[in-house]
T-cell receptor, first 108, second 111 residues
């Protein structure tokens, strides 16, 4: 069965403490791997799309990487405003499977 | 300009009622979706529509029906509401199966 699994469920960091979030997938025929950010009470906001193993994308303090079986979202020197739930999703055509998310809290 | 909008933002209703949630996108996208996010925050796709054709219909009860009057709108109709339907419902849109843009969500509470 196609699955997307994220770890850890929750992560608490001090401001400036870099870390990584993991997304492993068993989606056959994966077309793309997506990362989203979701703030409380809001809809998910698109961050990155990765299509092939070895691909990397960066945006401010975030960098997403992709291997054949998993993706990482690296957060460098996070700030309190980076606190949110980060969701990854695998897609086959118009079917998108989301992981349960990692709830990130960055303390000042 | 709001890219994907939903109304209402909050909906409180009693069991057995019929309700609708509206969604509109002004991005010119060709595909629209409905998702359900349960109390554990797990986001699960319910439907997607491309050019008025239903592409995916996950195993949702047939009390739920998407209706698309035109390419920019995909409304969600729910008949005979049940307690278990309480959740946050998100509309989204995309172009060519690429990244999806989500609306702000509608929190449905069934009492």
């Amino acid at each position: 069965e196609d699955q997307v699994t994220q770890s850890p469920e929750a992560l608490r960091l001090q401001e400036g403490e870099s870390s990584s979030l993991n997304c492993s997938y068993t989606v056959s025929g994966l077309r793309g791997l997506f990362w989203y950010r979701q703030d409380p009470g809001k809809g998910p906001e698109f961050l990155f799309t990765l299509y092939s193993a070895g691909e990397e994308k960066e945006k401010e303090r975030l960098k997403a990487t992709l291997t054949k079986k998993e993706s990482f979202l690296h957060i460098t020197a996070p700030k309190p405003e980076d606190s949110a739930t980060y969701l990854c999703a695998g897609t086959l055509d118009n079917d998108m499977r989301f992981g349960a998310g990692t709830r990130l809290t960055v303390k000042p | 300009d709001t890219a994907v909008s939903q109304t209402p933002k909050y909906l409180v209703t009693q069991m057995g009622n019929d309700k609708s949630i509206k969604c509109e996108q002004n991005l010119g996208h060709d595909t629209m979706y409905w998702y359900k996010q349960d109390s554990k925050k797990f986001l699960k796709i319910m439907f997607s529509y491309n050019n008025k054709e239903l592409i995916i219909n996950e195993t949702v009860p047939n009390r739920f029906s998407p209706k698309s009057p035109d390419k920019a709108h995909l409304n969600l109709h729910i008949n005979s509401l049940e307690l278990g339907d309480s959740a946050v419902y998100f509309c989204a849109s995309s172009q060519d199966s690429d990244e999806q843009y989500f609306g702000p969500g509608t929190r449905l509470t069934v009492t």
